[in-house]
Structures are given as C-alpha cells and as structure tokens.
C-alpha cells in the first residue's frame, strides 16, 4: 500500500503530478497560462524585472507570497557595470532551468530516482550583428549548447530516454529553438 | 568643446561605445563573444545557475569580480514551491532587458536623453503542450506580447524610431522571435 512518501520522487508529489494530469483531460479549459514580467530601466545597461502574478487554472493566482526581482546588466567590455547578468545570459539560465525541470518531473513520472543533475550552457555570438556593424551576422546566438551530467538508478539508455523526452516537452527549449512571435507595442505619454 | 560628462548620455559612455565600435571596424576578431550558464538540479522543480565567465575580444574575461547565482522554480500548481521564478518567465525577463538595454543604448548614440523606460510582458501558454496531454498545443508561449511605455527629450516619432531599432538589434529579441540551433549533449557517468 503506497504511503504519502512513496509519492514524492525526486521531489517532485507524483500524486500531485497524476492529479493535476486527471484534472486536466476532465477540463482542459484549466490548461490556458499567462506568466508575466514588467521591467523598469533604471541606467545605463542596469534594469529591473519584477515578477509575481499569473494567469492559471481559470483565475488569477493568488498563491505567491512575495514578488521576484531580477537585475539585469552587461560587463564593462559591453559598456555596463556588471549590475546583474546580461539578457543573453539570462536566455541561457531559462533554457537550462526548464530542460532540467522538464527532465527531473519526466524521471518522476517514469519511476527514475536522479542523484545529480548537471548542465552547461555556452552561446557563440559575434557582436558585429547587434551592433550594427555587418548583415553577416546574426543579433543572437548562432548556436546553443547544452552539455547535460546525469546520474541516477536506471540503466544509461533509461537516463538518456528521459532527457530526450524532457527535450521533446520543455516550454522553453521550444521556444528558443522554434521562435515564438513577439509583437511590441510603443505607449509615449 | 566637449568634456567628459558630456558623453554620459542615458548612464551610457558614448565615447566608450563609439571607441569600441571603431575597435571592432579596426580588428573585427575581437567581436566574437560566448556566453555561459552552468546549472545544477537542487530538489523538484528547484535549480540554480551560475553565471561569471565569458570570452570576448581574443580572451576570457577576468573583469566580473563576483559570479551572478539565479534560482528557478514552479509556482504550487506547476508543482514546486516557489523557489524562483519558473523558466519561462525568466525568458519573458530576458527578452525585456534585452530590449531595453538596446533601446537606451541607440538611444544614447542618437542624442535622444530618456526619462523613463518601462515594460510590460505577458505570454500565453496552453500548458497540455508542455504536460505532453495533447498535440494541439506548442510546449512554449503561443504569442509574446511586449507592452513598453518610453519617455524622453524627443518628438514621439523618434522615440517610436528608437524602439523599432533596438527591436531590430536586439540579441535576445532576434533569438526568441526567430530561433537558435540548441544541440543538447548527456554524459550518464
């Protein structure tokens, strides 16, 4: 007979996992999300997104207790003062967070105990195409990769089919690799 | 004549920024940047990055005098606690500094002063994509929408100019609207 914890694996409640599943395919209108930022320029290369409410389940969440605040900056060598990540760093966090997410909950669900999980992220881009200097070049990365250290109780084919799928389901290597469409909408009161 | 405060514009060395554009004319080798993250699985939907090194202009860097550390999580519904704001909001932040330090910075080279740089992002998101409960559904945002509100010492139209071109040279803008090849590599040691 399962108890409360036969049902936390990897820290993930696998009940809780299967619940929100189940309710779901009973109402899938409950699947539509909105996340949000709002970000305030405060100099230079400094500015600040705070995040807290969201849109889930057919209502506002009220859950979170408090606000994230996030700073962002660039090195001196693109003319910052280091005030927090660069926004293409950060790019590389949100991808590496939602692939080891995505893989620890897909191991969760497929009986697999993860000891470690570890991944680096490094992205190639010559400034040229930001800067304006050259069409050659592209603004952003022209590559990603991901380099990933897994360990746990399954078999290696069993650890490298979970991250496989994690790739497969992970909302941000979707979107970073696919493209989303953005528009951007100008207010000058 | 000009004195040194008078190539601060926006909290940005103009003449810095000029001198590092002429830099790259003279030796475009020096261009050539790669970014990083490394991250690591700390519990459930709970995961860490750190941030500090950076290769640019022929060398690694050795400026950043500390490493930036970035906690991701899940709100309760998504099955976490909290533990920071959850990946795809990261991305919604990344894509807001992006823009914004893009914007101050063309903004600076064109003479215009701002006053006020301020954004809002939402991101919709149909969460039995990422869930894997139906193929209807993309894993990541159907749609961003970037709200900014822009205030400064220049006639609307250029304001608007200067939105439309940092939306044009903007790093992460140009990775999340159009795509980055990611290659994801897994040790199982």
Redo the contacts between chains.
């Keep these: 007979m399962a108890t409360t914890t036969d049902t936390i694996r990897?820290?993930?409640?696998t009940a809780?996992?299967y619940g929100?599943?189940d309710a779901?395919?009973a109402d899938?209108s409950i699947?539509?999300?909105?996340?949000?930022?709002?970000?305030?320029?405060i100099?230079?290369?400094?500015?600040r997104?705070t995040?807290r409410d969201?849109y889930?389940?057919n209502q506002e969440?009220t859950?979170?207790?408090q606000e994230?605040v996030?700073d962002?900056g660039?090195?001196?060598?693109l003319?910052?003062t280091?005030t927090?990540?660069?926004?293409?760093?950060?790019?590389?966090?949100?991808?590496?967070?939602?692939?080891?997410?995505?893989?620890?909950?897909v191991a969760a669900a497929r009986g697999v105990h993860?000891t470690?999980?570890?991944?680096?992220?490094?992205?190639?881009?010559?400034?040229?195409?930001?800067?304006?200097?050259?069409d050659e070049?592209?603004?952003?990365?022209?590559?990603?990769?991901?380099?990933?250290?897994?360990?746990g109780d399954a078999p290696?084919e069993k650890?490298?089919e979970v991250?496989a799928r994690a790739?497969q389901?992970?909302?941000?290597?979707?979107?970073?690799?696919?493209?989303?469409?953005?528009?951007?909408?100008?207010?000058?009161?």
Tied chains: 1, 2.
């Design positions: 990897n820290g993930v409640d809780q996992l929100t599943l779901i395919k899938p699947a539509k999300f909105q996340f949000r930022a709002r970000n305030r320029w100099e230079g290369a400094h500015n997104s995040i969201f889930a389940a969440d859950s979170r207790t994230f996030l962002a660039e090195p001196a060598i003319l910052g280091d927090g990540p660069n926004p293409a760093e950060y790019l590389l966090h949100a991808l590496a967070a939602c692939l080891t997410t995505s893989l620890v909950y993860l470690e999980v570890e991944s680096t992220l490094a992205g190639d881009m010559d400034v040229e195409g930001a800067l304006g200097l050259s070049y592209r603004n952003g990365f022209e590559h990603i990769r991901v380099s990933f250290r897994v360990k290696e650890l490298r991250v790739q389901r992970s909302a941000v290597f979707d979107m970073v690799a696919n493209g989303v469409p953005v528009t951007v909408d100008v207010a000058t009161p």
